[in-house]
């Protein structure tokens, strides 16, 4: 029984985090490239990777399309690795361990049209012309060429494109800083890793969503925290990106880069970044739930200065449920949360002269901000 699942068509996942760059100046390994000077060592990707696999694992709701494979690649290891039908792999992101990997995904891809594929990456990134470089660990080993420890964004979506998976979805949480900032055109800017053979590569089959705009970066947090981005892709999975269908609610690739962007431009606090869709394709559904979505929401006031005074109180309507959720402690930020689709009463306190704010909002995909 169990070999028959494993067979089944379902979701297989690569997901990539790269903090430790040995070659760089800030590394420890020999042979240092002091030209990159500007790139340092990272602290989110690796609890980027374990965010985007511990809710791969665990958390994610998709009834018809099972996870069956989880390669990670990632600086540090997963806590608790998954058991039962799912075929999993942990491995140091090096290019050679990556490319030993997505080649592995294409051909569990190939086995059927119906398998859904997602690849994520988190680490350091480059753009020089049309083509985006994401930099593995081994980066700059190679003196005769740095690009070997790197993977060629644009060869990579060319040779997929023969991958007989309809659908293909990839993450790209990395900056795309200009590559002359550093040197002249390099011989070239990474490996391709899948060869794209023959002539009947079949475009429409993926969307590709970058954490940031050409020639632009991406930001990761230093207190122990997963990248905005990644946030946003986890939310935008659990509903951000949902909309009806049938008799319940759907994620659909259309609704992706609106729901993950809502999300950076809210959470993202003082940080410009943009999330880049880069492939345009058909609409087609990734996942199904079987409940309401859960929707990203921020509660402010809509004057500043009482703000930071403000204890705040969240309450579903009887048609939501009974949730209620509460926050007493005063901070000058917005108050952040989820909650599930559905209508709400929100309520601002102030201790300082027993007053009160209120009102009533619909809370639905992508993302709610209320005012008081």
């Known amino acids: 029984m169990a070999t028959e699942k494993a067979k089944a068509p379902g979701l297989h996942a690569i997901v990539i985090g790269v903090n430790n760059y040995p070659h760089l100046p800030t590394g420890t390994g020999p042979g240092k ?3 990159y000077g500007k790139l340092n060592q990272l602290v989110s ?8 696999s511990s809710w791969l694992l665990n958390e994610r709701e998709a009834s018809q399309i099972k996870l069956r494979s989880l390669h990670l ?23 050679n361990n990556v490319a030993k990997a997505i080649r592995k995904w294409k051909s569990l891809g190939d086995k059927s049209a119906e398998n859904v594929l ?7 990134g480059f753009r020089f012309g049309q083509t985006d470089s994401l930099l593995c660990q081994d980066f700059g080993q190679k003196t005769s060429n740095h690009f070997k420890g790197a993977l060629d964004v644009q060869g990579l979506l060319l040779g997929m494109q023969t991958c007989n998976a309809q659908r293909q979805l990839y993450f790209f949480d990395a900056c795309r800083t200009d590559m002359t900032d550093f040197m002249r055109q390099p011989y070239s800017c990474g490996e391709a890793v899948i060869n794209p053979t023959g002539l009947l590569l079949q475009p429409g089959r993926q969307i590709a969503l970058w954490a940031s705009t050409p020639r632009n970066k991406a930001y990761g ?17 659990r509903g951000a990106a949902a909309r009806p269908a049938g008799n319940g609610f759907e994620i659909n690739t259309s609704r992706l880069k609106e729901a993950i962007d809502e999300y950076t431009r809210a959470r993202g606090k003082g940080v410009d970044q943009v999330v880049h869709l880069d492939h345009a394709v058909r609409d087609f559904a990734i996942a199904d739930l079987s409940g309401n979505p859960i929707v990203p929401v921020s509660v402010a006031c809509r004057d500043a200065t009482l703000h930071k005074e403000a204890k705040f109180l969240c309450a579903a309507t009887a048609a939501a449920g009974s949730c209620v959720m509460r926050r007493d402690e005063l901070h000058e930020e917005s108050w952040d949360f989820e909650v599930l689709m559905g209508q709400y009463d929100f309520t601002a306190h102030f201790d300082n002269n027993n007053s009160l704010i209120a009102t009533n909002e619909q809370v639905q995909p992508p993302y709610r901000r209320v005012l008081l």
């Open 221 to 237: 947090y230093l207190d122990g925290r997963a990248s905005v981005f990644a946030e946003g892709v986890i939310a935008a999975f």
């Open 45 to 52: 990707p690796a609890l980027s990777a374990q965010a985007i």
């Open 73 to 95: 690649l990632s600086s540090s290891a997963i806590a608790n690795a998954p058991t039962g039908d799912i075929e999993f792999a942990h491995a140091a992101p090096t290019i």
């Open 118 to 124: 997602l690849f994520y990456f988190c680490g350091h």
């Open 33 to 35: 490239r002091n030209e």
